[in-house]
């Protein structure tokens, strides 16, 4: 970790700025990477993990597929299902900052529900800790947690640890042939009861549920609901497409982009009715997470996020003047620009890449 300490001392005091970066698979997220390149693949490894107690301590530059056949090797899993993108690329430290969880994310949370403590350095190379091993251990603000999200706007990510979760004692997928607005009503339906629904799509008239938990419960829950039953050699490569965006949805929607389109995902209600924007969507996590490639406007796009209480994010795109994140209100662009400066007071850090101007 030294080395990296002493770049960003020696960027400091040159007023030059860094681009932090593991594998570069999420480069295209946020606005455009600039700075001198600060390598994390540097510091890699496992420092610890305590099966029995469902924790593991990783450095920032640790592939996660490296992680993740770690944590099988015990029965254990990332159960956030962190995409990883380019056919498999990405680092500890690049799925924290980024934020991004995948299709179990309604049923167990976010990468930041799971991050137990953080040990960033700030921009005068110091290192700094908070957070711990175990889930009741801050008092006061969770800055382990802030860190999740925060495009290395605020520190560098230099080790993290996370909790982790046994597998799914059984599973299945079951197919529904369903158009948007019956998808939904379903899907709103199936909330309110005790089913162990871990993720769904739909996409294309098909609604897809993944049930996993106790055998029992997944073998009750599947007579209960019907649908056809999808063979697990199908089943599988679906849901690991859908999570490192490698389907055909997502597919068709980087042609999309490479035309003058632009992919949006949009962060909704769960009981948000079914949007009118033109272009193909794809619904994730109850409803509440909604893919969008589409050439509407961003104005219209963010407009009816709005209006149903949500917001948009510019997710891929040749053009990324609207901005990509959702426009913050005075109070917290207020809070955001206070926590820059005191974490990064010379703006070292990944300049842009949140907010054009911070």
Request: glycine share 12%; proline share 7%; no cysteine.
């Amino acid at each position: 970790m030294q080395v990296i300490q002493e770049q960003i001392k020696d960027a400091a005091a040159r007023g030059a700025k860094l681009n932090i970066q593991g594998h570069g698979s999420k480069a295209f997220y946020g606005h455009a990477p600039t700075g001198e390149l600060l390598d994390m693949q540097r510091i890699a490894g496992i420092t610890s993990y305590e099966p029995s107690e469902l924790v593991v301590t990783v450095k920032a530059g640790t592939p996660i597929l490296e992680l993740e056949t770690a944590l099988a090797e015990q029965g254990q899993h990332l159960a956030f299902e962190p995409p990883r993108f380019q056919g498999g690329a990405g680092t500890v430290g690049g799925m924290v900052a980024a934020g991004l969880s995948g299709p179990a994310r309604a049923a167990v949370g976010s990468v930041r529900d799971h991050v137990l403590g953080v040990t960033m350095l700030n921009g005068r190379g110091e290192a700094m800790s908070f957070g711990g091993t175990v889930m009741k251990n801050v008092a006061g603000y969770d800055l382990s947690r802030l860190m999740a999200g925060s495009m290395g706007v605020l520190g560098v990510i230099a080790e993290v640890s996370l909790k982790v979760l046994p597998f799914p004692m059984a599973h299945t997928t079951l197919r529904f042939d369903l158009d948007q607005p019956q998808a939904l009503t379903q899907l709103n339906r199936w909330g309110g009861l005790p089913l162990p629904i871990n993720a769904s799509a739909w996409w294309d008239g098909a609604l897809v549920l993944r049930l996993a938990g106790a055998s029992a419960a997944v073998e009750a829950a599947t007579k209960a609901l019907g649908g056809d039953q999808i063979p697990e050699d199908l089943a599988q490569p679906f849901w690991a497409g859908l999570r490192d965006h490698g389907d055909e949805f997502f597919i068709g929607a980087e042609r999309a982009v490479q035309g003058g389109a632009s992919l949006w995902r949009l962060s909704l209600p769960q009981t948000a009715p079914a949007l009118n924007l033109h272009g193909e969507q794809l619904i994730e996590w109850g409803g509440a997470q909604r893919w969008v490639a589409t050439p509407a406007p961003a104005a219209q796009v963010r407009e009816t996020a709005a209006k149903v209480g949500g917001h948009a994010t510019l997710f891929r795109a040749l053009d990324k003047s609207p901005g990509v994140f959702a426009p913050l209100s005075p109070p917290l662009a207020r809070i955001h620009r206070e926590l820059k400066a005191s974490f990064d007071p010379q703006g070292v850090f990944n300049p842009g890449r949140l907010y054009p101007d911070f």
